[in-house]
């Protein structure tokens, strides 16, 4: 069995068992009771569409700020890839990957693979960042005013400094450059001096790219930056329209810490892709934990799948209209020129 293959058979193993978990939590708290809730939501289900719409729109924003380090690329093109690349997060097993890498695709007609691979690198990295702040800040908030037991308080702690280091690992990756890491650790494996050597041109010319990134305008990079914390608090408002549509009283720090919470858990299971399961029940015991029924922390969740499936079916419906062919496993930058 080669490589590729055992890889999607572990993800499609995790994905299965996130179906499993999120079939379980529905059982456990009773199917009725879970569709009385959904019910309840009824065209407050649309509002959550439209702010989910509003802050991918603003990450948009923030893409197209970091895309015009190279060329500026239509802003309806990056809107629509970033609506699929939400859709095909929750429609393929790649742990969330596969909708990113289609965003290079998506908009190779007016940036080629070399600038748009870079590109959604850096803008990944920023919106790491952002989320970074809004959890930090947010756990911050959540400690201060609620009483959240030791046994979430300290998990939610480790994920975090976790997220943090690896972030920081992130950015002086991208800052010193790949290749001269790749350089260093190939002298101490002799068998990846040779990929190493194929690929020198295709590493060399991401650095550069990515060195021109940063030398991009600062002002426009922490604007870029603030677009995703906002994207970030818009996920809060689609928790506090929930509560308040089963009619349910909602506060912003409860809110938050719900929001903070599941983010923290997704990250912590992002191997199961679309988190789910993780996410329905990482829902529950955030809504739990601040005073709500369990059959609450579930219905968010679900109403937040449902959501995801919305997109997802956008996604589909994109893709057949334009008739267009997303191999992912055709993201390799052209070699640079001579």
Known sequence: MSRNKKRFNSRLAFFLFGI?????????????????????IGLWFFVTCFIAFCWIFLQSLAWAIVQSAFQPVPFLTLFRAKVMADGLNTLLPTANMGGEAARALIIKK?????????????DKTIEYVASLVYLAAGLFISLLYLKVPESLKIPSLVVLFTTGVGTIILVFLQFKGVYKILEKLAALFPKAKKWLLEKEKLLRQFDVNMRLLFSHSWIKLMGALTLHIISRLL???EIFVIIKALGLPATLVKVIFISVFVVIMNTAFFLIPGQWGAAEGANLLAAVTVGYPASVGLSIGIVRRARKIFFAALTVLLLFLRKEKLKLKDIRPEEPEK
Do not use: T, W
């Open 20 to 40: 499993l978990l999120f079939i379980i939590l529905i059982y456990r708290i009773n199917p009725q009771v879970v569709l009385d809730n959904f019910s309840k």
């Open 110 to 122: 007016h940036s080629p693979l070399q600038e748009g691979i870079p590109g959604i690198v850096f």
């Open 235 to 237: 996920g809060a408002m």
